[in-house]
């Protein structure tokens, strides 16, 4: 359990507060659709001694830490290992057609950071991994190696915002030719080398293509742009859902989904707003909500923090 003292769980306080309304009730039932190693459920469980945890993660390094550190709590949890977008599956499995409230957590894991060897920092050597399922099959070292120069200059632009994608790219399918791109110390040697000085004085040459490779492995977005709705289609009436996003990309889809599901579907100039066209969720904050100075002075990993919170109003036919 020595990896519990590297976790710090992000907003923690505010997170128990905005789920709170919805798991008094007996019976609750809380979905932590990225468990990580259960420290918000961990603070969840010990809040509310009648709640049930459906904890569901793709990493099984994360599931044997959070197994351990939950055992306590017997039959209150259940773990799933999974891709947070299998959460409709993952509760008819277990018998469950409604529940309470869902949190995401977005993001890498403090433990994938943490652990050298995933190859998630672009800081320090390690093979070119970025797997948050150990067990899956594409590595970022595959993606550099097969994907095409327009492919990778795709995603360098649309998952990193990247400007020098096209140049990235180019020198990536020429060094591949020589020597393959197995480390992370041999891409941030390459990027460097290809980031003009101008350039390299507005911060690490390789974030941004290392956060796009990490995305394209994981499929990070995609996975989302199914998940939201489905946990959505999963609350109850008063269910709520709590997502923290750290990332302009992850966020954007988050709000997209919330906005339109909290909207009227009337038509312009109906008189009476019918039944029907009610909407469907209810938002819990204004924007997005940021960590504030005290949060981010104690736990840094809250700096980029985005969160979102909706609570559910109506079932729709």
């Known amino acids: 359990m020595a990896d519990n003292s590297i976790h710090t769980p992000v907003l923690l306080e505010r997170t128990l507060e905005l789920m709170g309304p919805a798991l008094e009730h007996e019976g609750a039932i809380l979905v932590d659709a990225t468990l990580g190693m259960a420290g918000h459920t961990e603070a969840f469980l010990e809040r509310y001694p009648t709640l049930t945890v459906v904890g569901i993660d793709r990493d099984p390094d994360a599931l044997a830490i959070a197994r351990e550190r939950l055992a306590p709590y017997g039959a209150r949890v259940h773990l799933a290992?999974?891709?947070?977008?299998?959460i409709l599956s993952v509760l008819a499995d277990l018998g469950i057609e409604r529940v309470s409230g869902v949190l995401f957590d977005l993001g890498v894991s403090s433990l994938q950071l943490d652990r050298v060897e995933r190859g998630f920092s672009y800081s320090k050597d390690a093979p070119l991994d970025m797997r948050m399922d150990s067990t899956g099959d594409r590595t970022a070292a595959a993606i550099l190696a097969t994907y095409s120069e327009s492919e990778l200059r795709r995603i360098f632009y649309e998952y990193g915002d990247e400007k020098l994608a096209p140049r990235f790219a180019s020198r990536i399918v020429q060094s591949r030719d020589a020597t393959p791109l197995v480390s992370s110390a041999q891409l941030v040697?390459?990027?460097?080398?290809?980031?003009p000085a101008a350039a390299q004085r507005a911060g690490h040459p390789a974030k941004r293509v290392f956060q796009a490779l990490r995305?394209?492995?994981?499929?990070?977005?995609?996975?989302?742009?199914?998940?939201?709705?489905?946990?959505?289609?999963?609350?109850?009436?008063?269910?709520?859902?709590?997502?923290l996003a750290y990332q302009s990309l992850e966020d954007r889809i988050v709000k997209r989904v919330l906005q339109a599901r909290s909207a009227s579907t009337a038509p312009?100039?109906?008189?009476?707003?019918?039944?029907?066209?009610?909407?469907?969720?209810?938002?819990?904050?204004?924007?997005?909500?940021?960590?504030?100075?005290?949060?981010k002075a104690a736990n840094p990993?809250?700096?980029?923090?985005?969160?979102?919170?909706?609570?559910?109003?109506?079932y729709v036919a």
């Open 81 to 86: 290992h999974a891709v947070y977008d299998g």
């Open 189 to 195: 040697e390459l990027i460097a080398a290809a980031t």
């Open 215 to 243: 995305i394209e492995v994981n499929q990070e977005l995609s996975v989302l742009e199914r998940a939201i709705p489905d946990a959505i289609d999963a609350l109850e009436v008063g269910g709520r859902i709590v997502v």
């Open 268 to 295: 312009r100039g109906l008189p009476v707003e019918l039944p029907e066209h009610r909407p469907e969720l209810k938002l819990l904050v204004r924007g997005a909500e940021l960590a504030d100075d005290d949060e």
């Open 301 to 314: 990993r809250a700096t980029p923090v985005r969160l979102r919170a909706a609570e559910r109003l109506r």
